[in-house]
């Protein structure tokens, strides 16, 4: 369905949400109930919800005493490995409150770009719906190359949006909106609302400041491009937002999607 603004947000039919690691992990793990309570609301609102989460490594990271991200791609792998089994277990504790299932799909982005494989991810995640599972959607960062390092989920939840046709992406981190500069230096000001033709191309972006996290301003804007390209709505907002967004509340920034797709 079109959304004209935030109100329409409760109407959405199915929603694509997406977290960044430093906003489940480490000092702000007490968020991860926060987030699962604002989606078992919006699915006891009848709506299909997806999450996107990252937060595998950065799980695994204190489990295995490692203060920071490392460099190199096979201990990225295992602590992935370790991390995801425990981030999911995290996520169904969490949802027991609300007797809702999860099932875990582990993509990568280069998944969605092949016929075959984007049709299996596609008719997974529908059944799960179907089956009022919550699909929580990861990178398989375990067997993932180059997208270890240089990708993130930003992409990959547009990417899932594009795929189950979504009506609404909605992307959670540290930060409340979208800034013409990043939120730290002086005189910085909110965009709220962002129509699909506008020229942004006088923001000044910032990458991650997280020592976990992968994306930042950045990734986050080129995301809400490749889902408004395809008619999706993007809001993006901090995850203390969560509950507001999801309940029509106009917080953060709107990307309003194009009319033809």
């Known amino acids: 369905m079109k959304l004209a603004d935030h109100r329409d947000i409760p109407k959405a039919k199915r ?5 960044g690691s430093s906003s489940i992990t480490g000092e702000n793990s007490k968020n991860l109930d926060s987030l699962v309570e604002a989606i078992a609301k919006a699915i006891q609102n009848g709506q299909e919800v997806v999450l996107v989460t990252s937060g595998a490594i950065a799980t695994g990271m204190p489990l295995l005493s490692f203060d920071s991200k490392p460099t190199d791609l096979a201990t990225s792998q295992a602590l992935a490995s370790v ?6 277990a995290k996520y169904q504790a969490s949802l027991e409150r609300f007797d809702i299932l999860s ?10 770009e092949l016929e075959e494989t984007s049709t299996n991810a596609e ?3 529908n059944k799960l719906l179907e089956l009022k599972v919550l699909p929580i959607v990861n990178e398989n960062d375990t067997v993932a190359t180059a997208e270890i390092r240089f990708g993130d989920n930003d992409r990959l939840a ?3 949006a594009i795929l189950v046709d979504a009506d609404a992406l909605i992307l959670l981190s540290d930060v409340d909106a979208l800034y013409d500069r990043p939120p730290t230096e002086a005189g910085a000001q909110k965009i709220e609302w962002v129509e699909p033709r506008d ?8 990458g991650s400041t997280s020592a976990v ?3 930042g301003a950045e990734t986050k804007l080129g995301a809400a491009r490749t889902a408004t390209d395809k008619g999706i709505t993007v809001i993006l907002t901090s995850i203390g937002n969560a509950q507001e967004v999801l309940s029509g509340s106009r917080v953060g920034t709107w990307f ?6």
Do not use: H
């Open 15 to 19: 929603i694509v949400v997406k977290v």
């Open 83 to 88: 991390g995801q089994s425990r981030l999911m």
């Open 103 to 112: 099932g875990q799909v582990l993509l990568t982005a280069q998944d969605l």
């Open 123 to 125: 008719l997974a995640i």
């Open 158 to 160: 547009a990417l899932v």
């Open 199 to 206: 020229d942004l191309s006088s923001i000044k972006l910032g």
């Open 213 to 215: 996290g992968t994306g």
């Open 256 to 261: 309003q999607g194009m009319e033809d797709n």
